[in-house]
């Protein structure tokens, strides 16, 4: 490493089977294994990785638990072994009725140091591959918070999946400090472009690393399938790391003293003329 701010970070990647929680926890914890004998600093994985709730209408209700609860337990007791921090979301019974499509953010303490909730909800009615169309605000609540967590790899911020379509996300959490943007993703298949092109974006725009964690394959009983393709973005926006199409774990080491030579040399942030984006925050 060039700098002095090395470090490894890694994506799990994995089908989560709907009705078989506790062998797709087990396979994950597994996977996190291979990451933390990587000498990972950061490990993510994928958005609902736990069960993705797809197969009926009411069978996220039985994959939710609390946060804190008994898988994040678990991951706890990972992230002390390995020193790392595990971030990757799950549905979060947050009492009352009310759930989330929630990323804890699991810190080589065992604590939780950090909690994001999904804040762009995928809802797709429209969508004929997908029938009868996926609307996920009729499951969970949207969050309504963009934080940006310090820790003693780098400043994290948190996002899931269709987020990756909204741009200011990671504007915003850049402008507050991001280094290191993560995404758990279930991103649908085809859209194997949509995926690739956006990470590259996200990465290239704000000059940062980005680390996205994506489902794999077809889950059998609903039948959606998924692009996979977890890959690590450097702040130039090029791919050095992607996930074979498989279930495994992607890794690689980064120079995060990359940020501020790639912001030195073109200072993008520094150089926005927020007076003429007028549109942007209200909706119209």
């Given at each position: 490493?060039?700098?002095?701010?090395g470090?490894v970070?890694s994506a799990?990647q994995i089908?989560a089977?709907d009705g078989?929680?506790?062998a797709?926890?087990?396979?994950?914890?597994?996977?996190?294994?291979?990451?933390?004998a990587?000498?990972s600093?950061?490990?993510?994985?994928p958005?609902?990785?736990t069960?993705?709730?797809?197969?009926?209408?009411?069978?996220?209700?039985e994959?939710a638990e609390?946060?804190p609860?008994?898988?994040?337990?678990?991951?706890?007791?990972?992230a002390?072994?390995?020193?790392m921090?595990?971030?990757?979301s799950?549905?979060?019974?947050?009492g009352?009725?009310?759930?989330y499509n929630?990323?804890?953010?699991?810190?080589?303490?065992?604590?939780?140091?950090g909690?994001?909730?999904k804040?762009h909800l995928?809802?797709?009615p429209?969508r004929?591959?997908?029938?009868?169309g996926?609307?996920?605000?009729?499951?969970?609540?949207p969050?309504?918070t963009l934080?940006v967590y310090s820790t003693d790899?780098?400043?994290?911020?948190?996002s899931?999946?269709?987020?990756?379509?909204?741009?200011e996300?990671y504007r915003?959490?850049a402008l507050?400090?991001a280094?290191i943007?993560?995404?758990?993703?279930a991103?649908?298949s085809?859209?194997?472009?949509?995926?690739e092109?956006?990470?590259?974006a996200?990465?290239?725009?704000?000059q940062?690393?980005?680390?996205?964690?994506g489902?794999y394959?077809?889950?059998?009983?609903?039948?959606?399938?998924?692009v996979g393709?977890?890959?690590i973005?450097?702040?130039w926006?090029v791919?050095?790391a992607?996930?074979s199409d498989d279930?495994?774990v992607v890794?690689?080491?980064?120079?995060l003293?990359l940020?501020q030579t790639?912001?030195?040399?073109?200072?993008l942030?520094?150089?926005?003329r927020?007076e003429l984006?007028k549109?942007i925050?209200?909706r119209s």
């Open positions: 490493m060039s700098g002095h701010r470090t970070v799990v089908t089977l078989d929680k506790n797709t926890v087990e396979k994950v914890l597994r996977l996190i294994d291979v990451a933390g990587r000498g600093s950061v490990c993510v994985l958005e609902l990785w069960g993705l709730g797809f197969s009926d209408e009411t069978i996220y209700r994959i609390p946060i609860g008994p898988v994040t337990a678990m991951l706890a007791e990972k002390r072994r390995y020193g921090f595990i971030a990757g799950m549905y979060e019974d947050a009352n009725g009310d759930y929630t990323v804890p953010l699991i810190s080589p303490n065992g604590e939780i140091s909690r994001y909730r804040t995928f809802d797709a429209n004929t591959d997908i029938p009868p996926i609307i996920e605000s009729k499951k969970v609540k969050g309504n934080d790899v780098a400043r994290i911020g948190l899931v999946c269709s987020d990756l379509r909204f741009p996300v915003e959490m507050n400090g280094e943007l993560v995404c758990a993703s991103f649908l085809p859209r194997y472009d949509h995926w092109f956006f990470l590259r996200r990465a290239a725009e704000n940062c690393f980005v680390v996205a964690s489902q394959g077809k889950e059998p009983k609903s039948g959606l399938g998924f393709r977890s890959m973005v450097d702040p926006g791919v050095v992607t996930a279930e495994g890794s690689a080491s980064i120079d003293d940020i790639v912001r030195h040399r073109y200072p942030l520094q150089q926005r927020p984006y549109s925050g209200p």
